[in-house]
């Protein structure tokens, strides 16, 4: 029996939203309020959060919609497609007690897929928003979502993930977290 995913089982893995690539997905804006509301939803439920970004040198650092909401933490600096084969990435997940380590971000076919499928084979619960990753082409997203699915990541969108991080409408949180839920656009 699946252990059921929540805010105090998980962690979430921000990958690469950086520069102009960014700025090339397909709905952005709506891409960038799915990723930020799940990012003030793990603040506010206490959800670890990892931070990764690719090459910043070359592609820029994080797009300040979502930097912003990251304030008081640093970026682990990548140049594995793998977060996985990054050392101080490892250190991190060696570190978290988190069994569900929910993924967002860009590119879905080549960070985000290679990142899932690094996790995946450490034995880890891997969940993929599939409305809060994206690619510059959406052929390109639904190949890696399909791929993954077929790996045994769990598949999702953001209302579902943060409504299971909630547990309940009795929640604390549940009003804040419920007004990130109504901003979203899908």
Known sequence: ?????????????????????????PDVSGLLA?????????DKLGVPIIWLEQNPQGLGATLPELSALLAGRQP?????????????????????????L????????????????????????VHVPVDAVASRYDEARQLAVTR??????????????????LGSAKHPEFKSVLELIKGLSH
């Open 1 to 25: 029996m699946p252990v059921r995913l929540n805010a105090h089982n998980s962690a979430l893995i921000l990958i690469d939203v950086q520069g102009k690539l960014a700025r090339m997905m």
């Open 34 to 42: 799915r990723i930020g509301a799940l990012l003030q939803a793990a």
């Open 76 to 100: 682990i600096i990548k140049q594995h497609f793998d977060a996985c084969a990054e050392p101080e990435f490892h250190q991190c997940l060696s570190e978290l007690t988190a069994e569900h």
């Open 102 to 125: 929910v993924v967002c971000g860009i590119e879905a076919h080549v960070c985000v897929y290679q990142t899932a499928m690094g996790l995946l084979a450490l034995g880890k619960q």
């Open 148 to 165: 993954l699915a077929q790996e045994g990541a769990r598949l999702s969108n953001s209302d579902m993930l943060l409504f299971e991080w």
